[in-house]
């Protein structure tokens, strides 16, 4: 019975609706009082059902809800015999409720997407050996899937029969489909796009990839701040603070009415959603674009950055270094093919990147290989000693160095090239100059946050300083520091906390873990380690360092929409008060009627977050 | 020790939190500490002792406030 009311809580409020304007419309039309009085009272009585019902289950666990404070003025008001006040109380107490849930739903859609994107069932192979399609609960560690083109590959497992092209776009954010055939792993959440796998399941539920994503955008969006648990804790005790104070009125005025009013006025309603609305809305907005912002803490924090420090490889740059300068000494075409020889042996980053240099080249037999840690490699290659490596090495073979291929170096160096030359039998032939590339777009990023208020952007790296000065004054850093070890990193950010400073680190791997944890916020790249991404405070997801901007952007935004509303509903409930002591307007109709604008105002206000986008340069 | 998910129909009022977590935490056989009302998932997460207490107890305590119960995942805690 309780059930059915409370399920049928909308009809309700629309025939009190009805009832009401029978009611009002006989009294002003035909000035029939007795059918206008019955219509009332019906819609009072009505429409205060679902509403005691919810008040009896809240006392149950002894909880002062908003519900009791309505219900008490409402039997208040019908027993002095005010039908408009309770019809109308209820009525919009109820339209209220609806509205309220109506725009919820609207300013969770972000989120839901998102884990609307969980698959949900799978295709197993049975005991009997063939596959039967079964809810994605009962598929265990071990089962055999079966997944087919437009198929979502429901956990995480490898492939053991079968090959085909996956679209990984749920997790990576890259769109371009990968291929995938025996032994490869493949991820919950991920699209086949073309194929048939069968897949054994290592992962699944809350432990697939997709599942710990959705489990910290969920978690994020209702761990609560220190502001928002204060204002539980505050609402916990308003209630019935509120209620008390209602009856001392009653007591010291003998007045009745004005009582059951200070019931309805002090109503904390928007108060108590006002927060957590702008908080959803934020991280609905985040979520969608690649910024996971792991609750509203973080969010407080972020927005008030003034230092920002960045790691290097991987983070403003690609992290893949490129052949990005070459001077050739000798007509001799040979050499390259020489290099190339040398160099498809070894597995060094620098050596990787001139074999993708030099693309196809002539093939020679290499002899008496003999690696130099530190400096590089010598062999000898067709009857030929080619030795490759840095200055260090030229030097050590005793390999002359004429001025004009000095100078180049020098240049290269100020660059910020790793230099690798190449001689053949004591004289070189090649100098290559070797950098990692910088993300493209990063400098108008930087520019960007600096837009946003960042005062101090910082590079701290491992590498050699001429390096790191270059990448600096390339992107208009205002310091930077190279050799950095990750204890170094976390030293330095203790230094600059000391000073006062909000500091946010942005980093990828398990080395800036411990800078990440240490900062205020930490940021991490979401391609990075699993530890990366559980010890930092906002993961930028797609490893879109062109994300990080609009990241800031949002959390400035959601932390001055927070502001608004707490403003907006505290604002609301002193007016109230302050009109029905000292202005002759003020009914428990109107207070209600207020009480259940300011909640829309400051759900609506919430919903813009939804459509923020940072303004680009 | 069991976890349970429990899916809710969608909270619309913070003080539903309050009460359902009012009338989960009052069941014995559930670890008062592990309750988590998210109102915004509109889920419960919870820690119960399979001996003291079936999950479709805790299920009815919670539709009995007048909240839907959508389905509820148990696992090995």
Known sequence: ?617 | MKKATIYLEALTCPSCMQKIEGATKSLSGVDKESVKVLFNASKVKLIFDENQIDVADIERAITSMGYEVKKSQVTES
């Open chain 1, 1 to 617: 019975m309780q059930r059915f009311i409370l399920s049928k809580r909308n009809h309700i409020a629309a025939v009190s609706a009805v009832l009401i304007i029978i009611g009002f419309a006989s009294e002003l039309i035909f000035s029939y009082h007795p059918v206008a009085l019955w219509a009332l009272a019906i819609a009072s009585v009505l429409g205060v059902f679902p509403i005691a019902i919810q008040a009896y289950q809240a006392l149950k666990v002894k909880v002062i809800s908003i519900d009791v404070l309505v219900t008490i003025a409402v039997i208040g008001a019908f027993l002095l015999q005010n039908f408009e006040e309770s019809a109308i109380v209820t009525f919009l107490f109820l339209f209220g409720a609806y509205l309220e849930q109506r725009t919820l739903h609207r300013t969770r859609s972000a989120i839901r997407e998102l884990t609307e994107m969980a698959p949900d069932r799978a295709l197993k192979k049975m005991g009997n050996g063939s596959f039967e399609e079964v809810a994605i609960e009962s598929v265990s560690v071990g089962d055999l899937l079966l997944v087919k083109t437009g198929a979502k590959v429901p956990v995480d497992g490898k492939v053991v029969y079968g090959s085909g092209y996956v679209n990984e776009a749920s997790i990576t954010g890259e769109a371009v489909p990968v291929g995938k055939q025996g032994k490869s792993p493949i991820f919950a959440g991920t699209i086949v796009e073309n194929g048939t796998l069968t897949m054994i399941a290592e992962r699944v539920g809350e432990d697939t990839t997709f599942g710990k994503i959705i489990e910290l955008v969920e978690e994020a969006q209702d761990a609560k701040s220190e502001a928002e648990r204060f204002i539980d804790s505050f609402s916990k005790y308003y209630t019935p603070a509120v209620l008390v104070f209602a009856a001392l009125v009653w007591v010291f005025s003998q007045d009745v009415e004005l009582a059951i009013t200070m019931l309805v006025l002090g109503c904390p309603g928007a108060l108590v959603i006002g927060v957590p609305v702008s908080h959803v809305a934020g991280i609905g907005n985040g979520a969608r674009l690649g910024v996971l912002l792991k609750g509203s803490e973080v969010i407080h924090d972020f927005s008030k950055v003034d230092t920002m420090i960045f790691d290097k490889t991987g983070t403003l740059t690609m992290g893949k270094p490129v052949v990005s300068d070459v001077q050739v000494y000798t007509k001799n075409q040979e050499v390259l093919g020489y290099l190339a020889s040398v160099e498809i042996e070894s597995d060094h980053p620098l050596a990787q990147a001139i074999v993708t240099y030099l693309g196809k080249q002539q093939a020679y037999a290499v002899e008496h290989t003999q690696v130099v840690p530190g400096k590089g490699i010598a062999a000898t290659v067709a009857g030929h000693r080619v030795v490759i490596g840095n200055r260090s090495l030229i030097h050590q073979e005793k390999i002359l160095l004429p001025l004009q291929i000095q100078e180049d170096m020098d240049r290269y160096e100020q660059q910020g090239d790793s230099l690798v030359l190449t001689a053949v039998d004591g004289e070189v032939a090649i100098l290559m100059g070797i950098r990692d590339q910088l993300r493209p777009g990063v400098k108008n990023d930087l520019l960007m946050l600096k837009r946003l208020g960042v005062k101090h952007m910082i590079l701290l790296s491992g590498d050699h300083q001429g390096t790191v000065d270059h990448v600096g004054r390339e992107l208009g850093l205002t310091e930077t520091h190279g050799h950095m070890l990750p204890q170094d990193k976390a030293d330095y950010i203790r230094k600059l906390q000391k000073q006062n400073r909000i500091v946010a680190f942005v980093g990828d791997g398990v080395n800036d873990s411990p800078s990440i944890a240490l900062a205020q916020v930490g940021i991490a790249m979401g391609g990075g380690t699993d530890v990366a991404i559980e010890t930092s405070d906002v993961v930028l997801m797609q490893s879109d360092f062109g994300r990080l901007p609009h990241a800031l952007g949002l959390a400035q935004a959601t932390a001055r929409n927070m502001r608004q509303n707490i403003g907006i509903a505290v604002g609301v409930v002193l007016v109230l008060l302050f009109s029905l002591f000292f202005s002759d307007w003020m009914s428990m109709s109107v207070g209600m009627l207020v009480h259940e604008a300011s909640i829309l105002v400051v759900i609506l206000n919430g919903m813009r977050l939804l459509r923020y986008r940072v303004r680009e340069i």
